[in-house]
Nanobody, 116 residues
Framework: VQLQASGGGLVQAGGSLRLSCAASGIIFSINDMGWYRQAPGKQRELVATITSGLSTNYADSVKGRFTISRDNAKKTVYLQMNSLKPEDTAVYYC???????????WGQGTLVTVSS
């Protein structure tokens, strides 16, 4: 099983990035997918989730700026991040959860740095 996150980088405040997480080794279409982030010295927190049925949920801090989506044919989940703020700086991780599995899978993380 592998969740390969990509798309992170350095961007100025107000800019945009799109993160991707490509999955292999799982039945992607039945997994609920999520993006989480961890800033230095802070706990990992939920950013956005999308269920197998395409229901979405967002942290209040990113509502209206971030959009999560998925492409089951490509086994990939995306996070479009607009109007980025310095406080969005963190390592972003993708997560896969399945009703057929008691434990989640995590990707390796991709670093997003937003400069002011």
């Amino acid at each position: 099983v592998q969740l390969q996150a990509s798309g992170g980088g350095l961007v100025q405040a107000g800019g945009s990035l799109r993160l991707s997480c490509a999955a292999s080794g799982i039945i992607f279409s039945i997994n609920d997918m999520g993006w989480y982030r961890q800033a230095p010295g802070k706990q990992r927190e939920l950013v956005a989730t999308i269920t197998s049925g395409l229901s979405t949920n967002y942290a209040d801090s990113v509502k209206g700026r971030f959009t999560i989506s998925r492409d089951n044919a490509k086994k990939t989940v995306y996070l479009q991040m607009n109007s980025l703020k310095p406080e969005d700086t963190a390592v972003y991780y993708c997560k896969a959860e399945s009703p057929r599995r008691a434990w989640p899978y995590w990707g390796q993380g991709t670093l997003v740095t937003v400069s002011s």
